[in-house]
């Protein structure tokens, strides 16, 4: 009785300071003996739940949390015990509470979190659900990372007095571990992570938000001024003018007005900027007005660009005058404008804004308005894939898409308020727009927008002075930035993310060797917004693209030819609305029934890595014989390892009996036959690995990602062998 006036009491009073409480599932489902497994974000975790979990649980507590002062008191009527994550007395102590039909809360983590995220996950809970066939249910605590005094996040995330907090429960689960992996500890550790990371995804993401309204939430919790005085700094260029979350937002809203008023409702609109805070505050700008910003890869010559332009039907451009002379783009604007596209340019914009428009600008910041209310599956973006293996294709992302993928993203890694990230990867593709850019400024830490990957000396010595923390590249650009830079130059670096191309053994070892620097793989595709999949600090196998996001389902469909593993195809929030073809202008074309197609060969091992063999395409098929050109070029790459600017591309052409042959492109004379067929014999490697024909060639043509382009490569050798 006493119980259940004191958990009133708390209810009532945490009601007060915002904290809300969501149940997935009906009471009546609440199981007689259970596990609830949650996170840990502040010493008021237990008082919370205490006062809001059904049942009546025992709380397992770690000695830390047990011993402080405001649990003891306001949970002395509640069923505690001590709880050593490490301790086998305390485990079968819980286990025969749990076994004698009682819930109980266990915090796997064994701590509270320093960075909000999930920390190190201990397998005590698992074995607690194993032992006693107790079903797990998840819970997620979201707000009271940012309580003043009560969490340990000091520095990291803004501190609030009395922060909105989000408690979510869901359903109780079975624990599902495979009897040939029961044994292993980091096995059934992952099995909870993996749930609670999960949860996590469910508990972050907001459905109801845009790309614009998300900026306007995360402006709300993360620009809070330093002392009082000073609003944080979270975006810059290489003007070196760095801009808060009000000089974006105002920007945006100035920007976004001034298109709208020559604009149609939801016209799509050409953006052609390099990476930078007026293309950030111009995407941000349209997407508040209703307007769909396309973003234009401007390296892809005049061709694809007009073709682009016309397949989603734009009628506008918006450009820089600086930097079309610096780029030195001028031919090509000008066979834009002959096309009969109006171009707009930012320098121009700027100087016709009148003083009530930015008057206005700032009373929509104050009251953070929203101009146009947009639905969450209305046209975001507009971007085009790379082209590599054939004509761009104009992929049509959707606000539940970009920011589903977010905070998927934010699972696996956390950014906060002491992180810089130095994005180079141009903003015209998914992976430095959302990854590079949206992300990190979504959850309030310092974008620093660098317009080309390919300057590696500068983009060093930027890492130095700004003291960057995590990076993001492709693994030719971090091979070549690890080749020049200085032990120094990536001290402060604690996360690195390469995507868009397989990480190399070599470009993994020199980073580790020369830097101190841990490179992780990640997975993504223009279609998912991007990412799919990725390693972390929690699971990380090397020669694998790691764990498929949360949120996300994925099956593998057989390809004839192929033994083992299958095409990999996907379905989640992050999925894009679908393509729009340059034969269809304007006309969406959705995936089917949700699922997209990868084009990607994988295969995903028991514990849920997944492996990339090869792309669909990129086999060559020699008398019947299925053949992976990725698995000739990574043996290609291995015998050639000790050779530092090697670089070798592999097509199959047609071949006049078998069908199809192998040709190799490699950069270094030293590649022959004979040398590849001594290698192929002494390591073990099939015969059919052995390509019919190697050209030599002082460079090989790779796209704006840096990968290598190979329908140019194939193209080129095409017009060489005469075929």
């Known amino acids: 009785m006493l119980q259940n006036v004191v958990r009133f009491l708390l209810r009532c009073f945490f009601k007060m300071f915002k904290v809300r409480f969501e149940l997935n599932f009906d009471l009546k489902d609440l199981p007689k003996k259970g596990i609830y497994i949650s996170n840990h974000v502040s010493y008021v975790d237990p008082i919370v739940l205490f006062a809001f979990l059904p049942g009546k649980p025992i709380f397992a507590l770690h000695g830390q949390l047990y011993r402080n002062y405001w649990v003891r008191l306001f949970m002395k009527t509640a069923d505690i015990m001590e709880y050593g994550n490490l301790d086998i007395p305390d485990l079968k102590h819980l286990i025969e509470k749990v076994n004698s039909e009682r819930l109980c809360v266990i915090f796997p983590e064994g701590r509270m979190t320093t960075n909000g995220n999930i920390m190190k996950i201990y397998e005590s809970a698992g074995l607690l659900a194993d032992k006693t066939d107790a079903p797990v249910i998840p819970v997620w605590i979201n707000g009271l990372q940012y309580w003043s005094y009560f969490s340990k996040t000091g520095g990291k995330l803004p501190h609030h007095y009395f922060p909105r907090c989000k408690i979510v429960v869901d359903a109780p689960r079975p624990l599902k571990l495979k009897d040939e992996l029961r044994h292993q500890r980091n096995h059934i550790s992952n099995e909870i992570y993996m749930i609670m990371r999960q949860q996590a995804f469910k508990s972050m993401y907001d459905p109801s938000l845009t790309v614009f309204t998300q900026l306007i939430k995360s402006a709300k919790r993360h620009a809070k001024k330093y002392f009082g005085l000073v609003r944080p700094k979270v975006m810059e260029d290489i003007s070196r003018k760095p801009k808060s979350f009000k000089d974006i937002m105002l920007a945006s809203y100035v920007l976004g007005r001034f298109f709208y008023k020559r604009s149609e409702h939801q016209e799509p609109i050409g953006l052609m900027l390099p990476n930078s805070v007026a293309a950030i505050c111009a995407f941000f700008g349209f997407n508040a007005y209703g307007q769909v910003p396309v973003m234009i890869n401007f390296s892809a010559g005049v061709k694809n660009i007009v073709s682009g332009l016309k397949t989603v039907k734009s009628k506008k451009v918006v450009t820089s ?109 998914s992976f430095g727009l959302v990854l590079g850019t949206l992300f990190a400024l979504y959850q309030g830490a310092k974008v620093f927008l660098y317009p080309s990957p390919l300057h590696f000396r500068v983009i060093s010595d930027l890492l130095y002075e700004l003291s960057a923390t995590v990076m993001i590249g492709t693994d030719t650009f971090f091979k070549s930035y690890a080749k020049i830079s200085h032990p120094l130059d990536f001290a402060s670096l604690r996360l690195a993310y390469a995507g868009a191309e397989g990480v190399k053994l070599e470009t993994r070892n020199i980073l580790n060797e020369k830097l101190g620097v841990r490179l992780m793989e990640a997975y993504g595709t223009t279609e998912c917004s991007p990412a799919v999949a990725g390693n972390n600090m929690v699971f990380n196998k090397f020669g694998t693209i790691g764990k498929l996001c949360p949120g996300m389902e994925c099956k593998l469909e057989k390809i004839d030819g192929i033994e083992k593993g299958g095409e990999l195809v996907v379905k989640g929030p992050n999925v894009m609305k679908g393509y729009i073809l340059a034969d269809n202008p304007g006309v969406l074309v959705p995936p089917v029934d949700g699922w997209y197609k990868t084009g990607d060969v994988v295969e995903i091992d028991e514990i849920g890595f997944i492996t990339i063999k090869d792309r669909i395409k990129r086999f060559a098929k020699i008398g019947g014989e299925m053949v992976s050109l990725k698995a000739v070029e990574d043996m290609i790459c291995k015998a050639f390892n000790d050779k530092e600017d090697f670089a070798c591309g592999v097509v199959a052409v047609p071949h006049e009996h078998k069908g199809e042959q192998i040709v190799v492109v490699a950069t270094d004379e030293s590649l022959t036959l004979e040398c590849l067929r001594e290698f192929i014999k002494n390591n073990g490697y099939p015969e059919l690995y052995l390509p019919k024909i190697i050209l030599i060639k002082d460079k090989i043509p790779t796209t704006a990602t840096g990968k290598i382009d190979n329908l140019a490569l194939k193209k080129e050798v095409l017009a060489e062998l005469g075929i």
């Open 321 to 429: 005058k600086m930097f079309i002379k610096k780029a030195g783009l001028e031919t090509v604007i000008e066979a834009v404008k002959n096309e009969g596209f109006e171009v707009y340019y930012l320098e121009e914009a700027v100087k016709k804004v009148s003083i009530w428009a930015k008057v206005l600008a700032y009373l929509q910041y104050k009251v953070k308005y929203v101009p146009y209310k947009a639905s969450v599956d209305d046209s975001a973006a507009i971007l085009f894939t790379s082209g590599s293996e054939g004509s761009p294709k104009a992929v049509v992302l959707s606000h539940r898409n970009i920011v589903s993928n977010v905070w998927q993203i934010a699972t696996f890694e956390t950014l906060n308020r002491s992180d810089v990230i130095l994005n180079s990867m141009p903003i015209f593709h």
